[in-house]
């Protein structure tokens, strides 16, 4: 009779032991959009004060959900992008246009910061360098 009561008590552990062990479905991944960037860094070279200050990048979405650029900010208020910030289906293609302040003389460096809906969070970097003489 002991063994039966020890068996009967055993029953429930040995259930509830190979239940927790049980491995369970993983839900399989939901693919990403991916910013792709033709540049990442536009060199004017010389350039005149008062000139075109101008430049263009363009992005793609090589991933396999739509692309969303929620901003793109500038280093300094002389740098000054522009984004679509509709959604970029995959394969799709779109611009940002960044403007610099040529009125401002000398060499330069400055960087746009682009937030998009990365896998990780991070946001991507262009930049955009040059000098600006006196004609």
């Known amino acids: 009779?002991?063994?039966?009561?020890a068996f009967i008590l055993a029953l429930p552990l040995m259930f509830f032991s190979t239940a927790a062990f049980a491995q369970t479905e993983v839900p399989k991944s939901v693919g990403a959009a991916m910013l792709t960037?033709?540049?990442?860094?536009?060199?004017f070279g010389k350039i005149a004060k008062g000139s075109d200050g101008n430049c263009t990048f363009v992005v793609s979405n090589t991933g396999d959900q739509p692309l969303i650029i929620s901003n793109c900010q500038g280093s300094c208020g002389c740098t000054t992008p522009k984004c679509?910030?509709?959604p970029i289906l995959p394969g799709?293609?779109?611009?940002i246009t960044v403007h610099y302040d040529t009125m401002r003389m000398g060499p330069f460096t400055k960087s746009v910061t682009i937030n998009?809906?990365?896998p990780d969070g991070a946001p991507s970097v262009v930049s955009i360098k040059g000098e600006v003489?006196?004609?």
């Open 84 to 86: 679509d910030t509709a």
């Open 92 to 95: 799709d293609k779109s611009e």
């Open 133 to 135: 003489i006196e004609q």
């Open 1 to 5: 009779m002991k063994k039966l009561n």
């Open 116 to 118: 998009w809906n990365s």
């Open 37 to 43: 960037i033709d540049h990442t860094e536009h060199d």
